[in-house]
């Protein structure tokens, strides 16, 4: 079947723009995370939806960045008045629940000039 | 609080051998999950293997097993006859069961380099 999908693959914005990155699960998937992945570092933990709640969003780093999944399905993390600090991949992943195996998409590589 | 931690930042193995890639998971919990992801240049990350805390037997996939010592909190990966395909930066990582936490935690990851 088909894997989690994210677009776009890679997006390149000025400092102070907004941007939208979408994730598409697995179907029957409840569990969605977003993960940001800088330079030579493992994934680092953004937020993660159970259905279409947030269950945790305390990695989120401030309040520019905002993620929705209002169907439980599709989720956009949203990045407001960008900074050359957000450049990084944006990993999605998502899973039938806590605790079982995550499925990651290819990420989104987002560059702020 | 959980840390992982990847001690080792790049290994090299010949084609064929077998290599071993450390990982160490502190964590006050008891019960806990713990993970291998392979991530190659595409980027997607990809689940080598899983283990629970609570199982005593080393879970084992292919040419791929884990040797995990939980009172060590050791959970090292062992890849037999590698292959060239197996070329990628390898990330442990861990998911305490308790407490309404779902995402992974991950180390820093280490570059394997397989020679033809």
């Known amino acids: 079947g088909a894997g989690v999908s994210q677009t776009p693959s890679n997006k390149v914005t000025e400092k102070g723009k907004y941007v939208e990155l979408r994730c598409d699960p697995i179907s029957g998937h409840t569990a969605l995370y977003w993960y940001r992945q800088s330079l030579g570092q493992g994934p680092e933990f953004l937020i993660y939806?159970?259905?279409?709640?947030?269950?945790?969003d305390s990695g989120l780093p401030n309040d520019r960045f905002f993620a929705v999944r209002p169907e439980g399905s599709v989720s956009t993390l949203k990045i407001q008045r960008t900074e050359r600090g957000d450049s990084a991949v944006y990993l999605c992943a998502s899973s039938f629940g806590r605790g079982y195996e995550q499925y990651f998409g290819p990420g989104t590589r987002l560059t702020v000039t | 609080a959980q840390t992982v931690t990847q001690s080792q930042p790049e290994m090299s193995v010949q084609e064929a051998e077998t290599v071993t890639l450390s990982c160490t998971y502190d964590t006050s919990e008891s019960d806990y999950y713990l993970f291998w992801y392979k991530q190659p240049p595409s980027r997607q990350m990809i689940l080598v293997i899983r283990?629970?805390?609570?199982?005593?037997q080393n879970a084992t996939e292919n040419r791929f097993s884990v040797n995990f010592q939980k009172a060590a909190k050791s959970f090292s990966l062992k890849i037999s006859d590698s292959q060239l395909g197996d070329a990628a930066m390898y990330f442990c990582?861990?998911?305490?069961?308790?407490?309404?936490?779902?995402?992974?935690?991950f180390g820093k990851g280490t570059k394997l380099s397989v020679k033809p």
């Open positions: 283990q629970e805390a609570y199982k005593q």
């Open positions: 990582a861990g998911l305490n069961y308790g407490g309404s936490q779902g995402n992974l935690i």
């Open positions: 939806f159970q259905g279409t709640g947030a269950a945790d």
